[in-house]
């Protein structure tokens, strides 16, 4: 006989809330194989695969709407999207044992227990890969010139000692938490008393690009922080960061008009 899961025992099975699942089955997302006289709801294995794939598909952050198509698409092949995301995993997997292997040196070098490199402080934490799309995007969305801003900024930040490099990174920390407080006191981003720091804001850019940032330039840069790798990173500063930051630039460079 097929063993089958009330809402309840899939939910602690899964480590998922009730609730969730219920809305899975509001939206159509997963429907339970059948409801009982009891009215119940009751999961079989097939529910419980697709109810992997959602949690696994979630995890690599896809929202609802998009799992529903996938899961739903004429051909669905379980066995090879489950290929197919180990092999994703994996890659993620060797590339964060590096980090920790990077972060481990850096403890042990900062203890007096072991030295490194000025190269090896940074092995493992930028992925080519990643680093190599994200300039095509910017290139596809900004046309061919900014493969040259992207050239010197690359020569900028390698032409830096690693005291100047923890300098800067410290100032735009400093710049940042400041904006963010502004955020969280409930500043308006348009309200000219973020100009200082805003202005510090756009002269950390210029050194970071090695040439002038003007307002034209600093407002095409806010377009630019509307990339999701941009967002994803403001948001973990402060929640509602992103939109904040990008309408405090985009105001900044139009009063200078």
């Known amino acids: 006989m097929t063993k089958t899961?009330?809402?309840n025992q899939l939910a602690r099975l899964a480590g998922v809330t009730v609730r969730t699942l219920h809305h899975y089955d509001d939206i159509g997302l997963l429907k339970p194989?059948?409801?009982?006289?009891?009215?119940?709801r009751y999961y079989c294995e097939e529910e419980l695969l697709r109810l992997q794939q959602i949690l696994i598909l979630r995890e690599l952050d896809m929202p609802l709407a998009e799992i529903g198509a996938i899961l739903d698409a004429p051909g669905f092949d379980r066995l090879g999207t489950l290929q197919q995301q180990r092999e994703r995993l994996d890659a993620q997997a060797k590339r964060y044992a590096g980090m920790v292997r990077t972060i481990d040196r850096t403890?042990?070098?900062l203890k007096g227990e072991g030295a490194m490199t000025h190269e090896e402080l940074y092995s493992g934490l930028v992925d080519p890969k990643k680093q190599a799309e994200y300039e095509a995007w910017l290139v596809e969305h900004y046309g061919e010139q900014i493969e040259q801003d992207i050239i010197r900024s690359r020569a900028k930040m390698a032409g830096m000692s690693k005291d100047e490099q923890a300098a800067m990174m410290a100032e735009l920390k400093d710049i940042e938490d400041g904006l963010a407080e502004a955020l969280r006191r409930g500043l308006p981003p348009q309200a000219s008393a973020l100009d200082p720091l805003i202005e510090r804001h756009r002269q950390w850019v210029g050194v970071s690009w090695g040439r002038e940032c003007?307002?034209?330039?600093?407002?095409?840069?806010a377009d630019v922080y509307e990339h999701p790798d941009f967002r994803a990173r403001y948001e973990a500063i402060e929640t509602g960061f992103a939109d904040y930051l990008i309408a405090a630039m985009?105001?900044?460079?139009?009063?200078?008009?």
């Open 5 to 7: 899961y009330t809402v």
């Open 214 to 221: 003007p307002p034209e330039a600093y407002a095409g840069l």
């Open 33 to 40: 194989a059948f409801t009982g006289e009891n009215r119940y």
């Open 250 to 257: 985009r105001s900044w460079a139009r009063r200078q008009d």
């Open 107 to 109: 403890i042990a070098h």
